[in-house]
């Protein structure tokens, strides 16, 4: 079965500093990895996706992500943090499971960017 | 605005009634997804459509629940005898590429 691990509930950073979002992930097989943002009272939005080739890929907002397979692990980064960037992020795989492609969801970290 | 839309955006219901939650996707997607999410998780699956066929369904969707969509288009969810455990959030997305999913505000049943 396949999953996804957001080991912080929460991550606190100073304006203008460095974040990173954690996220791990089990799969059989290639991963499609994703993050998505969901601000409040407002749906989720896609940031940024993994496929293939770049283990670097940007995304919406000044966000990145960095794939590494052998960590299995696809953790979420931004150079210098907004007051605006506040908000809840959730990390997804997706893979084939029961021949099918399945979506599967991280329980969400709650991002405080704090002035 | 061309994004998915739900209805209605908040449902309050009695425990024992019956829902109905519609979910219109993007036009051009013809990948439809359902997902509830409660408080402090992450959305959790329902079930999928491709085009107008029900591909699969998550064991969270008991007998009580049954969703359609068809013509491949709008999709309804329908929430039979309702107990309290099915307050929730219940979203719906849509896609043309798997995963890439555009997400709906959601509807918030509250079962009382």
């Known amino acids: 079965a396949q999953s996804v691990a957001q080991p912080e509930d929460q991550v606190n950073v100073a304006e203008g500093n460095p974040l990173t979002v954690k996220c791990t992930y089990s799969?059989?097989?290639?991963?499609?990895l994703f993050w998505y943002v969901q601000y409040p009272n407002r749906g989720l939005q896609f940031l940024l996706k993994y496929i293939t080739g770049d283990n670097l890929v940007k995304g919406s907002y000044g966000f990145e992500a960095e794939f590494n397979k052998s960590q299995t692990s696809f953790h979420l980064k931004k150079p210098s943090a907004l007051v605006s960037d506040s908000a809840l992020y959730f990390c997804a795989v997706r893979a084939y499971s029961g021949g099918y492609q399945k979506v599967t969801f991280g329980i969400g970290t709650k991002l405080q960017v704090i002035p | 605005d061309t994004g998915v839309s739900q209805d209605p955006r908040h449902k309050i219901t009695k425990r024992g009634q019956n829902v109905t939650f519609r979910c219109d996707p993007i036009s051009e997607h013809n990948r439809l997804y359902w997902y509830r999410q409660t408080l402090g998780q992450g959305p959790e699956f329902l079930t999928y459509f491709q085009n107008e066929a029900q591909l699969e369904k998550s064991r969270l969707l008991s007998d009580r629940f049954s969703a359609e969509r068809p013509k491949g288009s709008f999709s309804t969810l329908e929430i039979q005898r309702t107990e309290q455990g099915d307050s929730a959030m219940y979203l719906c997305?849509?896609?043309?590429?798997?995963?890439?999913?555009?997400f709906g505000q959601g509807t918030r049943l509250t079962v009382v």
């Open positions: 997305a849509s896609s043309f590429e798997p995963g890439e999913a555009f």
């Open positions: 799969v059989s097989g290639n991963p499609y």
